[in-house]
């Protein structure tokens, strides 16, 4: 679920041209409780958030909640340039994984 396009980088590379001019779009944090709903509802049993950077959105830690409520595992791709308190203690919930890359451009 590309949930951002807002990024604190500035990559060339960039499939989604995101960064710090990027916008959250115009879903709000309720339409994506219900897109995961659909997904639930459907048999999706993992979601991926990804961006721009997920951890942007202030809700992240509720959206990761509210799958984790539904019985959706979550993995939020990010880059890891700012990770709040709040942002680790979500990733530690049972069910929710990271992933990440890394460009030395």
């Avoid at 990024?7 to 916008?23: D, E, W």
């Amino acid at each position: 679920m590309e949930i951002t396009g807002k990024c604190q980088l500035q990559c060339g590379h960039c499939y989604a041209s995101s960064g710090p001019g990027g916008t959250h779009g115009t879903m709000t944090t309720a339409d994506w409780r219900r897109v995961i709903d659909q997904a639930a509802g459907i048999g999706v049993t993992i979601v991926t958030f990804i961006g721009g950077e997920p951890t942007l959105r202030a809700d992240l830690p509720e959206l990761v909640r509210h799958a984790r409520s539904a019985d959706v595992e979550v993995e939020i791709y990010t880059n890891l340039v700012h990770i709040t308190p709040t942002l680790w203690e979500t990733f530690r919930l049972p069910g929710v994984r990271l992933a990440t890359s890394y460009c030395a451009a």
